[in-house]
């Protein structure tokens, strides 16, 4: 059984920073798509960034709201997904939750949360002043 853990929310001041982890337990993905999103209370939940990889190769995708301020990038070894936030807003509040794919996804098909298998319980992350 796939498990997925998050790390590394909390209270950031806007134009901080802060670095989200998953881990990944139960088995090992030597290819798939992995991703992050995100629900701010009263809302939907909205994708935010994605990696698709095998082997070596990948590809990220993110939305329009956080590309050029987040990273997100895998560690194949560790089979680790980390997803580096910088340039935070008070719109970026939010719990963000790890999301896992055995299947390679296309772009349009990260960005719907009903095509993805595997869920985290979620870490806050809360930017003000």
């Known amino acids: 059984q796939v498990q997925l853990s998050e790390s590394g929310g909390g209270l950031v001041l806007p134009g901080g920073s802060l670095r989200l982890s998953c881990v990944v337990s139960g088995d090992t993905f030597n290819s798939g798509t992995m991703g992050w999103f995100r629900q701010a209370p009263g809302k939907e939940r909205e994708f935010v960034a994605a990696?698709?990889?095998?082997?070596?190769?990948?590809?990220?995708s993110y939305s329009d709201s956080v590309k050029d301020r987040f990273t997100i990038f895998r560690d194949n070894a560790k089979n680790t997904l980390t997803l580096q936030m910088n340039r935070l807003r008070t719109e970026d509040t939010a719990i963000y939750y790890c999301t896992a794919s055995r299947s390679s996804m296309i772009t349009s098909s990260m960005r719907r949360s009903s095509q993805w298998e595997y869920w985290g319980q979620g870490t806050q992350v809360t930017v003000s002043s």
């Open positions: 990696r698709r990889w095998s082997g070596t190769s990948g590809m990220s």
